[in-house]
């Protein structure tokens, strides 16, 4: 009888859905990890050309994961919606604030850092998610899920600082991502300002 509800639990809408979601997620970040080191590979570290051969895959697979903010609210997931928030926005910033709208930022060594990190994390966290509803976790992905990150979380962050301050020239001339006064809400914001700030 258990073993029935078990199976009923496994097979159920929510967690075939999930199921369905992590592989197409994990199949995503694994063409950008092969491109990734594809063109390390026969380039090095020469940046250019990187972001025309991974931009748009980035983009449709980083954007996707707003879902997991839905996943969250209605509890599909058991996990905090404002950390998942905010985890996703900083991600989703850099790729269609920074990337898409700063070639300079295109031609920074933080681009190659991010997708070495982003990649490989997030091929690790999606085959860890769907083989864990499964119930087949082997024990070393078990061990890269929660050891990588030691290593790759602050090379994430050290690529998106880069990628921010390689496109900070766009943004101060362009005044982008910057409020002035006056305006009906009585509120000033100066991106570049907070940017050193928030560094400091």
Known sequence: MSNKKEQHSLFSASNTYLVAYNVFQFTGWF?????????ISYNGYEVEGLWKETGVCLKIFQTLAI?????????????SVVTTTVQLFSRVFVVWGILNIAQSSQMSIGLPLILIAWTITEVVRYSFYFLN????????LIYFR?????VLYPLGVL???LLIYAALPIISKNKLFTVRLPNAANF?????????????
Do not use: C, M
Request: aromatic content about 22%.
């Open 159 to 161: 690529g998106e600082q």
């Open 31 to 39: 063409v950008l990890l092969v491109k990734t080191f594809n063109h």
């Open 146 to 150: 929660y050891t990588f990150f030691i």
């Open 133 to 140: 509803i499964l119930k087949v976790v082997p024990w070393i």
């Open 67 to 79: 879902l997991e903010i839905f996943h969250s609210l209605f509890g599909i997931v058991k996990s």
């Open 188 to 200: 000033t914001f100066d991106f570049q300002v907070a940017f050193f700030g928030i560094r400091q």
